[in-house]
């Protein structure tokens, strides 16, 4: 009897799979190696390029012999003048307080500006306003005095003098001639009398000194007027008004009074 020797399908030997395992090993590491020898190499980094050496100076050559030629004028500057410093403006000072002082040569003489009374001199007052004022002063024994003034900011002086004289008359008359007349002016004052007219052949000034006689005929409306030398001037007032004759007159008679008592003339 033949006796067969039949095995069943055995398994693979597991002798070949190393041989796989291998294989398979060899086949990545063959794929790698193919992968790094077909990547393109890494870049080196960018450096900044080197600048290009400056070429050398061509060597300078030889001036040419020439005249040289004139050196220019130099420009002139035009300098502006140093401006001034402005000071500042000077402020306006205050206005000096305004007074009135009133003196006299007869003590204790009542004064008036503008017939408002302001007490007796001497006296100082600053009731009185800027321009234009008059001033009356009165004395017991003395005619009274009137004097204009002019009062301004500041301190104003007035003196008031009784023991001069002061004498300015003027009267409008007709001088009566032998045969006709002339009109003019007589006038008085501390040193005579004048008579202006037209007529210069009856015109006359005659000194206080030269004058022998003057006097006045109120019923007559005559004033008549002698020189020492015997001439005669008689007169009449241009408006017949023997009142006006009669006041200068009298302002005359006692101005020369003064003089003759030894005070001195004073102002007009």
């Known amino acids: ?21 291998g294989a398979a090993l060899l086949l990545v590491v063959a794929l790698a190696a193919i992968w790094l020898l077909a990547r393109p190499p890494a870049r080196a980094p960018a450096t900044a390029p080197r600048a290009a050496p400056a070429p050398a100076p061509a060597a300078a050559e030889a001036p040419v012999a020439a005249t040289p030629a004139p050196a220019p004028a130099p420009a002139r500057v035009r300098r502006s003048a140093p401006k001034a410093k402005e000071s500042p403006a000077p402020s306006e000072p205050a206005a000096p307080a305004l007074t009135l002082k009133v003196d ?30 008059m001033l009356n002063a009165a004395a017991e024994g003395y005619e009274s005095q009137a004097v204009p003034i002019d009062v301004t900011a500041g301190a104003n002086d007035v003196m008031v003098r009784f023991k001069v004289v002061r004498l300015n008359e003027i009267v409008s008359v007709v001088h009566k001639h032998a045969i006709g007349s002339c009109e003019g002016r007589l006038i008085a ?17 005659i000194p206080f000194a030269q004058l022998k006689s003057f006097e006045v005929d109120y019923l007559q409306k005559n004033l008549r007027v002698t020189r020492k030398d015997g001439k005669t001037f008689n007169f009449t007032d241009r408006n017949k008004n023997a009142d006006a004759l009669f006041v200068f007159h009298q302002k005359v008679e006692a101005a020369r009074a003064k003089l003759a008592a030894g005070m001195a003339p004073g102002d007009k």
């Not at 004052?189 to 000034?205: C, E, I, P, V």
């Open 104 to 133: 006299s040569d007869v003590p204790g003489a009542d004064v008036f500006v503008d017939r408002v009374y302001l007490g007796k001199t001497p006296l100082t007052t600053s009731g009185v306003q800027p321009g234009s004022h």
């Open 189 to 205: 004052d501390t040193h005579g009398l004048r008579y202006q007219t037209s007529n210069k052949d009856h015109a006359f000034d």
């Open 1 to 21: 009897m033949k006796i067969l020797d039949e095995t069943p399908d055995a398994p693979p030997s597991r002798s070949r799979l190393p041989i796989v395992a």
